[in-house]
Each structure stands twice: as structure tokens, then as C-alpha cells.
């Protein structure tokens, strides 16, 4: 079993759609829990960060982290094309910091 | 401020070949990560150093893979000599002291042939 589970998708939307994305873990030492962002031929950009439970909201984006389900989402609201991308969970625990990585789920957002 | 930077943003290489990845990290990051993403596969942690001391390695495949950071500034990752397995894309990460969150570079991808 993986620590990080997340569907690979595609998952294909119109825009203006609200996105749900989600991963579980099994893994209860996992502390710190990240989204990001890849385009095609680029670097995974952070987007969201969250320490511990609870949700975070940036502008579009909300980010829930439910550690008692170990299960965190990311919500997208007004989806634009530009939305457009690969979107990573990861997490880690305390000390180091070496981060677990899902598998990413490609999104499509339709003009 | 510039971002993680590495290079080569591609390389091509023949099995048995030696190859030097390089990342420079956000200035004045203490601790810088590789990873690597093999076709199909979840990206990996390879290891971890704060400054110039490996913190965690246990990602490392094998002792195929020699990742320095002398000076604790840019780190290299020298495979050597390079499989057809090694093939994927290798990322370089940083991050401040006391920091969850990691700003990841444009990546390496190497293409062993």
C-alpha cells in the first residue's frame, strides 16, 4: 500500500466549475501537508501549505486537512483554463522534512 | 529573488556514462533536496542536506549516486555509471530553516540511452 494515495485522474471540468481534489494517506506521523501546482515540462510550484488539521483559504483555493479520516482536499473555485495543470499532494513529517509525494491528478478545465 | 535554478535542463547520455546534475538553491536556503520522477511513478525523495551535511540519504537507490554540497551552497548529483533505470526527470528542492514548505526547481531530465 502506498503512503500517499491519489487518483491520477483525468478529471475534466468546464470553467467556472468548482474543483475537488483529494489524497488519503496512511501515514499518522504526517504533520505538514502541501498542493502543488506542475505545468507540463515544469518544476512542481507550491500553491497551498498546511500545518496539522484544518482548512486554509487563498483567494481561489481552499485547502482541508481532516488528519482523524487522514484526508486532505483542495478546492478550486472558478475554474479557469489556466487552472489547467498537474496538481500534487504531499506531505511530511516533523524533523527532516522528507516529503511524500501522490501521484498527481491531471486537470482539464474547459473554456 | 531567483528561484531554485538547475542544469542541464536536459541530458542525454549513453549506459555506462557518467553525468553531473547541478542545483543552486534560493539564496540563503540551509536545506536543499533531490527528488526524481521516474516515467509513471510518484516523485521521490532521493535526500536531504542542511548546509553541507547529508541530514537524510535514504532515498538514495544506490551507491551509483554521489550527491555533494561542499561549501553548503549549490549541490551536484553524479551518477555514475548511468542504467537504463536512472531515466526520469530529478528535481532540486529548498527550503529555510525550521520550513515545511520546499520550492522545487525546473528539473533535470536525464535520458539514458
Known amino acids: 500500500q502506498k503512503e500517499v494515495e491519489q487518483d491520477p485522474g483525468p478529471l475534466s471540468v468546464p470553467e467556472g466549475a468548482i474543483v475537488s481534489l483529494n489524497c488519503t494517506y496512511s501515514n499518522s506521523a504526517f504533520q505538514y501537508f502541501m498542493w502543488y501546482r506542475q505545468y507540463s515540462r515544469k518544476g512542481p510550484e507550491l500553491l497551498m501549505y498546511t500545518y496539522s488539521s484544518g482548512n486554509k483559504e487563498d483567494g481561489r483555493f481552499t485547502a482541508q486537512v481532516d488528519k482523524s479520516s487522514k484526508y486532505i482536499s483542495l478546492f478550486i473555485r472558478d475554474s479557469q483554463p489556466s487552472d489547467s495543470a498537474t496538481y500534487l499532494c504531499?506531505?511530511?513529517?516533523?524533523?527532516?522534512?522528507?516529503?511524500?509525494f501522490g501521484a498527481g491528478t491531471r486537470l482539464f478545465v474547459k473554456a | 529573488e531567483a528561484g531554485v535554478t538547475q542544469f542541464p535542463s536536459h541530458s542525454v547520455i549513453e549506459k555506462g556514462q557518467t553525468v553531473t546534475l547541478r542545483c543552486d538553491p534560493i539564496s540563503g536556503h540551509d536545506n536543499l533536496y533531490w527528488y526524481r520522477r521516474v516515467m509513471g511513478k510518484e516523485i521521490k525523495f532521493l535526500l536531504h542536506f542542511v548546509k553541507e551535511s547529508k541530514q537524510d540519504e535514504s532515498g538514495m537507490p544506490n551507491n551509483r549516486f554521489l550527491a555533494e554540497r561542499t561549501g553548503g551552497t549549490y549541490s551536484t548529483l553524479k551518477v555514475q555509471p548511468a542504467e537504463l533505470e536512472d531515466s526520469g526527470v530529478y528535481f532540486c528542492?529548498?527550503?529555510?530553516?525550521?520550513?515545511?514548505?520546499?520550492?522545487f526547481g525546473p528539473g533535470t531530465r536525464l535520458t539514458v540511452t
Open positions: 504531499a506531505m511530511s513529517g516533523v524533523g527532516g522534512f522528507k516529503t511524500i
Open positions: 528542492a529548498s527550503s529555510l530553516t525550521g520550513q515545511a514548505e520546499q520550492y
